[in-house]
C-alpha cells in the first residue's frame, strides 16, 4: 500500500478535514482517503441511459401529439 504526504495544507482545510472527519466517526486520515475515493474512482457524471431512467414515466402519448402545421411562414417578410 502506497502512502501519500501532502505539504503546505491551509490550516482551515486541517481544520475543517479533522470536523468533518469528527462527523463520520472517523480519523482524519481515514476521511482524507475517502475524499480521495470518491473524487477520484467514482463517476461524477451520469450516462445517458441513466439520464433517461431518471424521466418520470408520467402522461399520455396522445399528450405529446405533433400537430403537423401546414402554413407557411416567411420569417424575412
Excluded: C, W, Y
Excluded at 54 to 62: H, R
Aim: charged share 25%; hydrophobic share 40%.
Amino acid at each position: 500500500m502506497a502512502s501519500l504526504i501532502v505539504r503546505n495544507i491551509d490550516e482551515t482545510i486541517v481544520n475543517a478535514l479533522k470536523q468533518r472527519a469528527s462527523r463520520h466517526g472517523v480519523s482524519a486520515e481515514a476521511e482524507h482517503r475517502k475524499i480521495l475515493e470518491q473524487v477520484l474512482l467514482q463517476p461524477t457524471k451520469k450516462s445517458f441511459t441513466e439520464v433517461l431512467g431518471l424521466i418520470p414515466n408520467v402522461g399520455n402519448d396522445s399528450d405529446f401529439a405533433r400537430v403537423q402545421d401546414d402554413t407557411v411562414h416567411d420569417v424575412f417578410a
